[in-house]
């Protein structure tokens, strides 16, 4: 064998072994970008699932501590039907008034709303119903009075309107 075969028969091996690295190298990379995009997939859920946690919580906190504190409200609206028989220009009453708007206002600030009651029809998601009267004047399920007002946060009910309802 003369060199040049010689040269050919070993270049030939080595320009294999160089295509066959390429492929390796190429597999290698396809498969870190596929690493890359399933970990960063991986931690977008991540972010995207921690935030509605946090928000769930945060939430969750507010409705706890607003529920507390609705029986406090209950007692100032008890209170301002009793100072309604106060002179209106008295000042116990006007500060009554004021202090009942504030606590109306932030209320409303915290997306907090009232449940309609009286007059409306009885929906069982809203409404409980403790007590049943038969009138033939007024339509079937209908709330004639409420015992104590419910109050909502969206569309989560905080507390459910105790109520009387015509059969």
Same mark, same amino acid.
Do not use: W
């Given at each position: ?14 320009? +294999? +072994? =160089? $295509?066959?690295?390429?492929? %390796?190298?190429? +597999?290698? /990379? $396809? ?11 991986? *931690? ?7 935030? &509605? =946690? &946090?928000?769930?919580? *945060?939430?969750?906190g507010a409705q706890d501590a607003l529920c507390a504190?609705?029986? *406090? /409200? ?5 209170? %301002?039907?009793? $100072?309604?028989? =106060? ?10 008034? &004021?202090?009942? &708007? ?6 409303? @600030?915290?997306? !907090? =709303? ?7 029809? *009885? ?33 989560? !009910?905080?507390?459910? @309107?105790? /109520?009387? !309802?015509?059969?």
């Amino acid at each position: 064998m003369c060199e040049e075969e010689k040269k050919i028969e070993t270049e030939m091996p080595e320009e +294999a +072994a =160089e $295509a066959g690295a390429e492929e %390796m190298v190429e +597999a290698a /990379v $396809a498969e870190y970008k596929d690493k890359l995009l399933r970990l960063t997939a991986e *931690f977008d859920n991540f972010r995207k699932r921690t935030a &509605k =946690e &946090k928000e769930s919580l *945060f939430s969750d906190g507010a409705q706890d501590a607003l529920c507390a504190f609705l029986p *406090f /409200v209950d007692n100032m609206e008890r209170f %301002m039907e009793a $100072a309604m028989e =106060e002179a209106e220009d008295s000042p116990l009453r006007q500060g009554l008034e &004021k202090v009942l &708007k504030q606590l109306y206002d932030i209320l409303k @600030s915290l997306k !907090v =709303e009232a449940i309609p009651a009286v007059g409306e029809k *009885f929906d069982p998601n809203v409404h409980n119903a403790v007590m049943h009267i038969e009138d033939d004047k007024i339509d079937t399920e209908t709330v004639v009075e409420e015992f104590q007002k419910g109050y909502k946060m969206g569309d989560k !009910v905080l507390r459910f @309107s105790m /109520v009387k !309802v015509a059969n």
